[in-house]
């Protein structure tokens, strides 16, 4: 099926530093999204984005957080500076139209960010 | 608060037997509702989902069932196997919330022989 995919797979990065975590969504996909999940818990929404604007946003998407994706390329996600709570796997999505009217979201198997 | 809630952490079912996954949920906008399957270290993968208008559907060994007088949705796998052995998410989404779905923690199936 559709493949969403996700560089890196793993990072270990010094806390207050720049990361930036990338992801390759479906070819004709429209919109996409970005999860966190902390260990332990459950994958909760951070941001959704289509036509190069964030349409939604939750709590968790701190100040320090953007996303972008400049000219149809990876759509990324980068976190300056970071924190040691951003220690999560983070996992992108995408879909082909909006994914709350029972459109599939396809999920990437995730970034699993460290921050030491 | 948690929005989206699976109970059960974990469960063990015979091979053959059927599986019961269950989901609470809180917020009553919710019009989506969808169960992924999760192997360790993969993608979830979208195995079922169902819209507020209908209260079952079923796809070949899998049965989604909707109670939303009791905020409650079910995942039923008959005729286990093995290979169903894998983390369920339960999910829920608002059509009034744009493209927002609330997981659950995940309950973990296994399927022995």
């Known amino acids: 099926g559709p493949k969403v995919l996700q560089i890196p797979s793993h990072q270990i990065i010094d806390m207050g530093q720049m990361v930036t975590l990338n992801c390759d969504p479906v070819?004709?996909?429209?919109?996409f999204y970005w999860y966190k999940q902390i260990l332990g818990q459950q994958m909760e929404f951070l941001v959704n984005?289509?036509?190069?604007?964030?349409?939604?946003k939750s709590k968790l998407f701190k100040d320090q957080f953007s996303v972008e994706r400049p000219d149809g390329s990876y759509f990324t996600l980068k976190i300056q500076p970071t924190a040691l709570e951003d220690s999560a796997v983070y996992f992108c999505?995408?879909?082909?139209?909006?994914?709350?009217?029972?459109?599939?979201?396809?999920f990437g198997e995730g970034s699993r960010l460290i921050v030491v | 608060g948690q929005q989206v809630k699976q109970s059960s952490p974990s469960l063990t079912v015979q091979e053959g037997g059927i599986s019961i996954l269950n989901c609470d949920y809180e917020?009553?906008?919710?019009?989506?509702f969808a169960w992924y399957k999760k192997y360790p270290d993969n993608s979830p993968t979208l195995l079922i989902s169902?819209?507020?208008?209908?209260d079952k559907r079923e796809d070949g060994r899998l049965t989604v069932f909707l109670n939303k007088s009791g905020k409650h949705f079910s995942l039923h796998i008959t005729a286990s196997q093995p290979e169903d052995t894998a983390v369920y998410l339960c999910?829920?989404?608002?059509?009034?919330?744009?493209?927002?779905?609330?997981f659950g923690q995940g309950t973990s199936l296994s399927v022995v022989p």
């Open positions: 999505a995408s879909s082909l139209t909006r994914g709350d009217s029972g459109n599939t979201l396809y």
């Open positions: 984005f289509y036509n190069g604007k964030v349409m939604e």
């Open positions: 070819s004709n996909h429209l919109y």
């Open positions: 169902v819209r507020s208008n209908v």
């Open positions: 999910a829920a989404g608002a059509s009034s919330s744009f493209s927002k779905l609330v």
């Open positions: 917020n009553d906008m919710f019009d989506y």
